[in-house]
């Protein structure tokens, strides 16, 4: 189970600003792929269109997912291939460590999931005296580092060259040198090694083919490849929503996806995999095991309001326009998922009172709906979660956060509902607002709450006469 | 549609409370293009702050409170982009599916517009005949752009105020950080987003900076007064309203 | 591995996973929709006939849009005529390159017929030694060492292609016997050598293809089918695009055209 800091949201994220080496990092990114993102949407032949069959591709996959399991499960066992279904983090580390105590496992090569982020699995590994190894040049630098991804796509972008050219000087034994084709080039000489000598290879799931019964991996680097061809073992993670049905969703998906992740056509590197190596073929591993994970999933199908969170590809798309994530980075989130696809489903992993800051602590802009490639209603369901942090709520276990704040609100709806009583309400703030400091006319430090408005702002204070009591006496001038 | 009928105005809590000012250069527009304006006396506020912080059934009283007011009217003007899009796409959700209420939020929400709105889409209107001596750049706002898909409107009104020079800023479309009560509940990350806001205002060396959301223009505002900076945040409607002499 | 008492704690574990999700759905078990996976569209064979037998001049102008997206890519195309000329370009370009680590030059090639075709052991210089990867109907584990072992001597790979998409300019690469996967991904060079008629459009039509065209079908997608586009590459050091991360540093395609 990874670790879970939700609760450090506002504290991480106030360090987070206040990092310049993190802020240049993100605005980087954001500058890069964000607008790159739209065009390569809007360069699409079928246009932004795309998105929604995309959208109603997935929606038809989340909606006959038992079938569509079922169907998967079974050509992957009629080649040979193993399965196992597991119910939570333990369930699905566990059986890792079956398998890998079966076949002797000493080291594994590891390509880049999210899923075996959630479930903790390189630490569970590595308590059984089982080495790992990322693979991924970015997972592979944090992994050095001894930290965690900043970012679904690019985990290690809050890194400089700087810091990475004396990660590696220190780590690998390399004379010093700050140029990434070098630095690139060091990590592939010291993971060759690593992927010739794994005795397993572990993998997540991009989306797997249910009618052909394939999982598919995708990657740029050719890490995954590597993983999952040169060891005698390949295990496969997916979260149980990762599918289509037909092979040609595949065409909308993959190159949104692309797009989405990176702006580019095509990932360098696509596989679909259905099974061990049969008996006539000269290499990939003799086993194929492919865990199917829950872990909260199902929790979230049951209801109609947040099922369509199960739609997201992973493809970080949201992250690259976020205004919030631009600012706070990935660690913020303190969950292996960040940006708007975190801040919704991270609380409903987790805890929706336990990650309140999560989809409460951003502006609700929009943008990450319009750069999703499957076009998911994201604003919609953190304005569902506020909901349920406002007044509770029984069947996600939610207790109200801040009795104070409803009460506040309640106050407010009887007031707006009389325009004589608030119109009392402005003249008696107006005359609060009179004992408040103020510098050419504009409020400068506000009481209580408010004073986050103010530790940065200027506010203007009432006008002595409202506009539309001006109105109504204009009206009853003679 | 008569494209002269009388049009009610939802002025905005905001507008209203703080910056009448742009209620009066509305007012004044709508006299320039001949329209007779109607203001109910009775509004407040569309419900949104308590329904962006998770409040539905205080936002349900404020919108029964918009409804009985405005469903009457023929038309409902209204000078923020945020407001327009809570009535339009909110509401009808606030109820019960197929319920009267329903029925009446639909009815309210198919009539109303925002001010650039209207005027461009509707009236076909683009040159009110204004006049502005001054650079500016214009801001576009999160719920008009991406909601109400709003921003080539303002931009052409503002294109024919006679004397003005409209610099695009960086990430014009991005968002300023107010974000309703995220504003003052998460202040570090809402001054981290306003900062860049502001500072591409600064770099486009503009006199001021229009919007047509007047949370967005007091947000930005607020920093510009920190700052002690002398580019003034106008909502449209005050541009709109300054008359070239001749006409 | 999984004996019987194993299955069935799998199969109860499958079946309430299973049924959970139909909880979660609201639904009971039932039929497999027939719909699910598509019924054959009514203009199967006139697609199927138009995109087999596409005109030569359509060909090369899919052979010039797989060029222009190549060159995004960083992935080289190169027109050939014939296969010798095929054959003595690869010679050349062997003559060319040093390899990344160590001076042996050694070079692995699939056995296929139009690798065979390129009749590579009759040109290549004395310093160079060529592998193929023929092998016996069900290799051992002592045949695939000795594969493996040559293939970690092998500076380039060389593949043939089942496709090439030429919108993304992707080659398509199934799994057979006699052709592993990893002469494709660890020699530093991948070389693919390819005819003009496996140049398609576009993703829709590979899919198309694969799943209607009975030839096709026959072999299905196979246990691994790979789609690569380039050589590798990398941006996850300050976004600075390097080629070169895990896979091949470098891929050239050569496309018979005659």
């Known amino acids: 189970m990874s670790e879970i800091k939700t609760e450090f949201y506002k504290k991480n994220a106030a360090k987070a600003i206040k990092d310049p080496v993190l802020q240049n990092a993100l605005f980087d990114v954001q500058n890069r792929l964000g607008p790159a993102t739209a065009l390569a949407y809007k360069n699409l032949p079928e246009g932004i269109a795309l998105r929604q069959k995309a959208h109603e591709i997935r929606q038809f996959a989340i909606n006959h997912l038992d079938i569509l399991l079922e169907t998967l499960v079974k050509k992957i066992q009629d080649r040979g291939g193993k399965v196992y279904f597991a119910k939570d983090a333990d369930d699905a580390t566990a059986y890792c460590l079956k398998i890998a105590g079966e076949n002797q496992i000493k080291m594994v090569v590891k390509g880049k999931s999210m899923v075996t982020e959630e479930i903790g699995l390189n630490q569970v590994l590595e308590a059984n005296q089982i080495e790992v190894n990322e693979t991924d040049l970015g997972e592979y630098i944090i992994q050095l580092a001894g930290e965690t991804p900043s970012h679904i796509i690019a985990p290690a972008i809050h890194k400089t060259r700087k810091e990475v050219a004396q990660l590696f000087t220190q780590k690998l034994g390399i004379p010093y040198c700050e ?66 049905a037909k092979l040609e969703d595949h065409d909308a998906l993959f190159r949104l996806l692309s797009r989405g992740a990176a702006a580019q056509n095509m990932a360098g590197y696509v596989s679909y995999i259905g099974g061990p190596r049969t008996d006539d073929q000269l290499d990939g591993p003799d086993q194929f095991h492919l865990v199917i994970l829950d872990n909260g999933r199902s929790r979230i199908l049951a209801d109609p309001e947040f099922r369509e969170i199960l739609l997201c590809i992973r493809c970080a798309a949201c992250l690259n326009v976020c205004p919030a994530y631009g600012k706070i980075g990935g660690h913020t989130y303190g969950y292996p998922y960040s940006g708007p696809i975190g801040a919704v489903i991270t609380p409903l992993f987790v805890g929706i009172n336990r990650a309140k800051d999560l989809c409460c602590g951003e502006p609700l802009c929009g943008a990450c709906k319009d750069a999703c490639p499957v076009d998911i209603d994201l604003p919609r369901m953190l304005l569902a979660l506020r909901a349920k942090l406002a007044d509770g709520d029984p069947k996600w276990g939610v207790t109200r956060t801040n009795s104070m704040e409803k009460i506040a609100f309640q106050i407010w709806s009887l007031v707006i509902r009389n325009r004589r009583v608030y119109d009392l309400a402005l003249k008696t703030v107006s005359l609060i607002q009179k004992l408040l400091p103020k510098k050419n006319g504009m409020i400068t430090t506000m009481p209580f709450i408010f004073k986050g408005w103010t530790q940065s702002r200027d506010i203007k204070p009432l006008a002595r006469v409202s506009f539309l009591t001006q109105w109504k006496n204009r009206k009853n001038k003679p | 549609m008569d494209k002269n009928k009388p049009v009610t105005l939802f002025i905005q809590c905001l507008v209203d409370s703080l910056y009448p000012q742009v209620g009066e250069n509305m007012v004044q527009v709508f006299e320039k293009l001949d329209i007779s304006v109607d203001i109910p006396l009775d509004q407040t506020c569309c419900g949104q702050p308590a329904f962006n912080s998770g409040y539905r059934r205080e936002a349900t009283t404020a919108a029964k409170r918009f409804i009985e007011i405005f ?52 009236l076909g209107v683009e040159d009110v005949g204004a006049c502005f001596n001054g650079k500016v750049t214009y801001h576009d706002s999160c719920h008009l752009l991406r909601n109400l898909g709003v921003a080539d409107q303002p931009r052409k009104l503002i294109a024919n105020v006679r004397d003005i020079h409209l610099v695009e800023m960086k990430d014009a479309e991005k968002c300023c950080g107010f974000g309703g009560t995220f504003s003052v509940k998460y202040p570090d990350i809402s001054t981290a987003i306003l900062e860049e806001k502001v500072n591409n205002i600064i770099a486009t060396g503009a006199d001021a900076v229009i919007g047509c959301d007047i949370s967005c223009l007091m947000n930005i505002q607020g920093m510009l007064s920190r700052r002690n900076s002398s580019i003034k945040a106008l909502h449209i409607a005050q541009i709109l309203a300054e008359f070239r002499p001749d006409k | 591995m999984t004996g019987p008492i194993n299955q069935e704690i799998n199969d109860t574990q499958q079946h309430e996973f299973i049924m959970t999700i139909q909880k979660a759905l609201g639904k009971s078990s039932g039929p497999a929709l027939p719909v699910l996976f598509g019924t054959a569209p009514d203009d199967l064979d006139t697609r199927l006939n138009a995109y087999i037998n596409r005109p030569v001049p359509d060909r090369m102008n899919l052979l010039d849009l797989f060029i222009e997206q190549a060159e995004l890519l960083n992935l080289t195309v190169k027109p050939v005529e014939n296969v010798s000329q095929a054959g003595y370009a690869i010679q050349e370009f062997i003559q060319q390159t040093q390899p990344e680590w160590g001076t042996q030059k050694s070079v692995i090639a699939w056995h296929h017929p139009l690798i065979e075709q390129l009749n590579l052991e009759k040109n290549l210089d004395n310093d160079v030694t060529l592998f193929t990867t023929h092998s016996s109907p069900t290799p051992d584990a002592k045949e695939r060492q000795e594969i493996r072992n040559h293939l970690l001597k092998s500076y380039i790979g060389i593949t043939a292609a089942d496709f090439c998409v030429a919108q993304s300019a992707t080659l398509v690469l199934r799994t057979r016997p006699h052709q592993p996967r990893a002469v494709s991904l660890v020699p530093s060079i991948h070389v693919a ?50 080629h070169g991360a895990h896979g ?11």
């Open chain 1, 179 to 244: 140029d990434p084709p070098v630095l690139t080039q060091a990590a592939r000489k010291a993971l060759r090694k690593k992927f010739l000598a794994a005795d397993m290879g572990l993998s997540g799931c991009n989306l797997a083919c249910a009618e052909t019964g394939h999982i598919t991996t995708v990657s740029n680097e050719g890490n995954i490849r590597m993983s999952t061809t040169m060891p005698k073992v390949h295990m496969a993670f997916m979260g149980m929503e990762r599918v289509v």
């Open chain 3, 248 to 258: 091949p540093r470098q891929m050239i395609v050569y496309v018979i055209t005659g």
């Open chain 3, 193 to 242: 050598v390819i005819t003009l008629d496996q140049i398609i459009e576009n993703l829709t039509e590979l899919y198309f293809r694969l799943k209607w065209d009975t030839e096709e079908q026959k072999l299905g997608l196979t246990n691994c089918m790979t789609f690569i586009s380039g050589p590798s590459k990398t941006g996850d050091i300050e976004l600075v695009m390097v």
């Open chain 2, 71 to 122: 469903e009457n009217s023929d038309i409902i003007v209204c000078p923020s982009g945020s407001c327009v899009d809570m009535v339009k796409h909110q509401y009808p959700g606030l109820f019960k599916d197929g319920s009267l209420w329903q029925n009446r939020a639909k009815a309210v929400s198919a009539k109303i517009f925002e001010l650039t709105q209207y005027i461009v889409d509707v």
